[in-house]
């Protein structure tokens, strides 16, 4: 995939990405003043580091279950860091693997079969898919 306004971004001079960012800046504060809940972006002043470019990636396993193995947190997914949702969907994952067992056990059925752990790996990925298609 190719992002022309990211190559044209990292190819301007400081001064000239400085000034295109804090007009950004603006247009973003404009865009929400009348949101209650809006807190508004400051001005950038200077910049401090070198720019560098972060793609954003994400990733999902096939699979996360197959016959006494389910994947969880990063081992299923991962979402660029600064979305910010990484432990949060581990945590997640966790939570419906718990359940998942806890209702498996109680039917009596093999917590380590795949049929069994089919609605751990249904949750998840409905989850962890939209979230990352959300960022």
């Known amino acids: 995939m190719e992002y022309p306004e990211f190559e044209y971004a990292m190819k301007l001079k400081d001064e000239l990405f400085l000034q295109t960012l804090n007009n950004l800046i603006k247009q973003v504060n404009k865009q929400n003043q ?6 508004p972006i400051g001005r950038i002043e200077q910049l401090v580091n070198k720019r560098l470019p972060f793609p954003l990636n994400s990733l999902q396993a096939e699979n996360y279950a197959k016959h006494r193995v389910a994947l969880v947190g990063d081992a299923a997914h991962s979402i660029h ?7 949060n969907s ?3 994952d966790s939570i419906l693997l718990a359940n998942n067992i806890i209702s498996n056990k109680k039917a009596g059925n093999d917590i380590g079969e795949v049929i069994s752990l089919s609605g751990y790996e249904t949750a998840s990925k409905t989850l962890n898919y939209g979230n990352s298609m959300a960022m």
């Open 34 to 39: 009348n949101k209650a809940s809006y807190r």
């Open 81 to 87: 860091p600064l979305a910010g949702l990484g432990v």
């Open 90 to 92: 581990g945590i997640l």
